[in-house]
Nanobody
């Protein structure tokens, strides 16, 4: 049984930083691309960042490029999202997701999802 468990999010002031983690179990972690998505109230879930199985390839949404960084530790079965220079518009529930082999930017590409964690950025 595959489980993805995100760390607790939090409340951060604009300009601040926060790191999310997502621990995976029940799968051969290194064979899965991992991604972060987010969903703000009243909006559709949107792609944030993705990383391939060996961590050598990453991709980001334009809205977070240069501010967010995705990484993974295959020895710990964990993927991270380092978020810097946070803005109020980054407020959302953040989800990690896993996809067999190749990465993608559409939520429909991903097979497994975490429960989500709330990130709130105050102005």
């Amino acid at each position: 049984q595959v489980q993805l468990v995100e760390s607790e999010g939090g409340l951060v002031q604009a300009g601040g930083s926060l790191r999310l983690s997502c621990a995976a179990s029940g799968l051969t972690f290194s064979l899965y691309s991992m991604a972060w998505f987010r969903q703000a109230p009243g909006k559709e879930r949107e792609f944030v960042a993705t990383i391939n199985g060996n961590g050598g390839t990453t991709a980001y949404a334009d809205a977070v490029k240069g501010r967010f960084s995705i990484s993974r530790d295959n020895a710990k079965n964990t993927v991270y999202l380092q978020m810097n220079t946070l803005k109020p518009e980054d407020t959302a529930v953040y989800y990690c997701a896993a996809r067999w082999r190749s990465s993608g930017v559409a939520s429909s590409d991903y097979h497994y999802w975490g429960q989500g964690t709330q990130v709130t950025v105050s102005s």
